[in-house]
């Protein structure tokens, strides 16, 4: 089973930044990448951003130019910088990690409230 712990969460202006953290422990072998997630109430939880284990990164096109993913792996963590952020990146945020194709669904954790607002 695999634990995730999400952190740095917090209520923030309009063009604020934000340094999002998640420790992942447990049956951390083999991970192809790791992700964050979003959800508001009432919507699906939307992938925003991963980093594969080469390093490569991709993002959601809300948040291409403004958020940053990194990870330590020697540590089992992944980051997430967020800047200039908007009224409508409020959501609980959430970490997952992904062996070959197959996301650990399972094993969300507690995520982190983001609140954007003036």
């Known amino acids: 089973q695999v634990q995730l712990v999400e952190s740095g969460g917090g209520l923030v202006q309009p063009g604020g930044s934000l340094r999002l953290s998640c420790a992942a422990s447990?049956?951390?072998?083999?991970?192809?990448?790791m992700g964050w997630f979003r959800q508001v109430p009432g919507k699906q939880r939307e992938l925003v951003a991963v980093?594969?284990?080469?390093?490569?990164?991709n993002y959601a096109n809300s948040v291409k130019g403004r958020f940053t993913i990194s990870r330590d792996k020697g540590k089992n963590t992944v980051y997430l910088q967020m800047n200039n952020l908007k009224p409508e990146d409020t959501a609980v945020y959430f970490c997952?990690?992904?062996?070959?194709?197959?996301?650990?669904?399972?094993?969300w954790g507690q995520g982190t409230q983001v609140t954007v607002s003036s």
């Open positions: 997952n990690l992904r062996r070959g194709s197959i996301w650990s669904f399972d094993s």
């Open positions: 447990g049956s951390i072998f083999s991970i192809a990448a």
């Open positions: 980093i594969t284990s080469g390093g490569s990164t």
